[in-house]
């Protein structure tokens, strides 16, 4: 019995705390019921925004010297001079003399020419004499054969009256035939003087286009430099027998130097018109192709050497396959401040990439390439869900993309790539 009262005082108190607890569980309220959300997917946002542009178009070309000089020998004879600086790759300045051809020929000629000159100049004395002599005889003959013909009359009156015989008047006549014989040689004398006179003339204008040629064979017989070059070609020896057409030397002008540079069409179309061309464009171009375009050259092996160009012309021809434009970029003294091997001048066959920038665009939307996706942006609708929309792609420049159409400012662009990108997924936008 005690053994009972003891159970029943141990067991008792559980029983009853269990009853109470379970009856407080079950009058307790139930947990709050809260809807379950799907989370969204992070990705970077930024804003769409317009602001200026800088269009700049590359390019790549070979250096060329803007002036070249080639010599060509105009006369025959052997080399009696030879400037010790005429040789590949030497510099030589303006107005020096590099080469001497022998010109005894042509001095001879001078003093030929000269000589015949001085003997047509006495011949054309001497006519002049002639004829000043001859009118002065015939004025004498004149006379003569007037008072013949007079003393013919009175003889022929005398015979008439019978005071004179006949032989006389016979005699008379043959006077007057006589004096107008002289006349007439006189007239004829005085009538050749002036064929004599064109004749000499022409001998001495001849002679004197002789005398001209000989003085510019003379001046042909030394070679003189133009202008500052770099001696390119130099074939001829000292006596060496050169002909007339023969080439003797060849250099490029140290001034200026051109680079024919290959660009794209597109690219240095938006240089001057933005991205919009029309077909206009290019004739434009042509009329001004410099305007505002500022150039910077450099050496493909060393671009860290820059130097300014500008625009001079465009090629008329393009580069069909390649669809490319032909400018031509002129740099002014081309070997300032070279000093090899650090900086080497800008010299010919130089390969060089050419950097045209062009006046900044207001207003263009551009957005990162990387947020481009085969022709489609990601965007984060108001929602805060996945869009995606097609746009219109002006040009690329620079790991940058602008935009024609498609894109407004102050729309969210998402810079991240989603695989898979499907309409209407939850986003998570957050700052780059």
């Not at 029983?15 to 959300?37: D, E, K």
């Not at 004599?196 to 017989?221: F, G, K, P, Y």
């Not at 077909?279 to 671009?303: E, F, I």
Request: hydrophobic fraction near 50%.
């Amino acid at each position: 019995m005690r053994r009972i009262l003891a159970l029943l005082i141990f067991v008792l108190p559980i029983a009853l705390s269990v009853m109470i607890t379970s009856r407080l569980v079950a009058q307790a309220p139930g947990p709050a019921r809260v809807a379950a959300t799907a989370a969204g997917l992070a990705v970077r946002v930024t804003p769409v925004e317009a602001g200026p542009l800088v269009p700049v178009a590359r390019g790549w070309g070979t250096v060329r010297a803007a002036e070249t000089w080639t010599a060509v020998s105009e006369v025959r004879g052997s080399v009696v001079w030879h400037h010790p600086d005429l040789a590949s790759g030497r510099l030589i300045p303006a107005g020096t003399v590099v080469l001497r051809i022998d010109p005894a020929d042509y001095q001879l000629a001078i003093a030929q020419a000269e000589a015949d000159l001085d003997a047509l100049r006495a011949e054309a004395a001497q006519i002049e004499a002639e004829e000043l002599n001859t009118r002065r005889v015939m004025a004498l003959e004149e006379a003569r054969l007037a008072l013949s013909e007079s003393d013919a009359a009175r003889v022929r009156e005398l015979v008439a009256q019978g005071t004179a015989a006949p032989a006389r008047a016979d005699e008379a006549e043959r006077a007057v035939l006589a004096a107008r014989r002289i006349v007439v040689e006189l007239q004829n004398a005085l009538a050749l003087i002036p064929p004599r006179q064109n004749r000499n003339a022409a001998q001495v204008a001849r002679t004197e286009a002789a005398l001209a040629r000989a003085h510019r064979d003379l001046d042909h017989t030394e070679v003189t430099v133009p202008f500052d070059l770099r001696i390119t070609e130099a074939p001829v020896e000292m006596y060496q027998f050169v002909a007339v057409g023969q080439r003797l030397a060849a250099g490029e002008g140290l001034a200026r130097a051109e680079v024919l540079a290959q660009v794209s069409i597109a690219s240095f179309q938006r240089l001057l018109t933005g991205f919009e061309v029309d077909g206009a464009t290019l004739d434009a171009m042509r009329q001004s192709p410099g305007m505002g375009v500022s150039v910077t050259v450099a050496p493909v092996n060393n671009p860290d050497q820059l130097w300014q160009g500008r625009v001079t012309r465009l090629e008329p021809t393009l580069e069909a396959r390649a669809r490319t434009v032909q400018v031509v970029i002129e740099i002014d003294d081309p070997y300032s401040g070279a000093r090899p091997p650090e900086r080497i001048p800008l010299v010919g066959n130089l390969q060089v990439e050419v950097v045209l920038t062009g006046p900044a665009q207001d207003d263009i939307v551009t957005i990162p390439e990387s947020a481009l996706h085969d022709g489609l942006v990601y965007l984060v609708g108001s929602d805060d869900r996945l869009e995606l929309r097609p746009i219109e792609v002006a040009f690329r420049q620079g790991g940058r993309v602008a935009v024609a159409a498609g894109l407004e400012p102050g729309e969210r662009l998402v810079l991240d790539d989603i695989a898979p990108a499907i309409p209407g997924l939850r986003l998570l936008p957050v700052a780059p």
